[in-house]
Each structure stands twice: as C-alpha cells, then as structure tokens.
C-alpha cells in the first residue's frame, strides 16, 4: 500500500493557521512527514524561547542580548514562511510518488 494521497490545499492551510498558533510542521505531519513535522516543530520552539529569554534578560545581558533575541524571532518567523512553501512542495512529491 502506498499511502493516500494528500491535499494540498489542507497541508497549506495546517501550515499557516496551525503555525500562526506556535505549532510549526502540523502541515508536514498531516502529510505523513512526521519526523521533518517534528523537527520544524522543535526547532522553532528552542529559536523562539531562546529570543524571547534574551530579549527578557536585557538588562543583564545589555544590547547584544535585545538584538539576538529579536534577531532569533526574526529567524522564528522566516522559518515558518519556509515551512509554508515546504510544506506544499513535501506534498506535491508525496502525490507524485503515488502516481509513479
């Protein structure tokens, strides 16, 4: 059995609403990548926890601090733009691999 095939439209809409909630990868898992869902799902927990603990610790750590947490939020949202159109390439592969 090869699996079902997947919207992408859902993937797309799981990847955007889902991760405007703070859970990044939910479009990947409902594609069946749940390794790679997990990953994108970690990862921008650890970027943006680690932001916004040194954006709070800023007047023990100064300036320096302010800007790398800011900077780490700022990378924390170009990742979940990315997993956005991951998402939709990871789902347009999984369809084709069906159809081969």
């Known amino acids: 059995m090869k699996g ?3 919207s992408e439209g859902v993937a797309i809409v799981l990847a955007v609403l ?3 909630l703070g859970f990044y990868g939910v479009g ?3 594609v069946g990548r749940i390794r790679r869902g997990l990953v994108i799902l970690f990862l921008d927990w650890f970027i ?3 932001g916004i603990v040194l954006i709070m610790m800023n007047e023990i750590l100064g300036t320096g601090g302010l800007v790398l947490g ?4 700022i990378g924390s949202f170009a990742l979940w ?3 956005i159109f991951d998402v939709r390439k ?3 592969e999984h369809n084709q691999s069906l159809h081969e």
């Open 81 to 83: 733009i990315w997993q």
């Open 4 to 6: 079902q095939e997947k």
């Open 28 to 30: 990947h898992m409902y």
């Open 90 to 92: 990871v789902c347009r």
């Open 70 to 73: 800011i900077i780490l939020l």
């Open 18 to 20: 889902v991760g405007l």
């Open 48 to 50: 943006s926890i680690s």
